[in-house]
């Protein structure tokens, strides 16, 4: 697997978290009652958003592939 292929699995990975921290907000938001039910799975949405931006960050920053 060449770097370009690896940075693409990268780019893709990041937009599953980032999909897995809108729906765990939306979970957090309006389907728990409990309250620190609704911290703990906010504080991990906010984690899949930090650690999928500097994902993105990395690979767009990188700069493109030499082939």
Known sequence: ???ALMKMWFALGSMGLMFLAVAS???SRFKCQNR????AISSFAY???LISGIIVFVVVFSGPVNE
């Open 1 to 3: 697997m060449n770097l």
């Open 25 to 27: 907000i939306y979970l």
């Open 36 to 39: 620190f039910l609704k911290i």
């Open 47 to 49: 984690m899949c958003m």
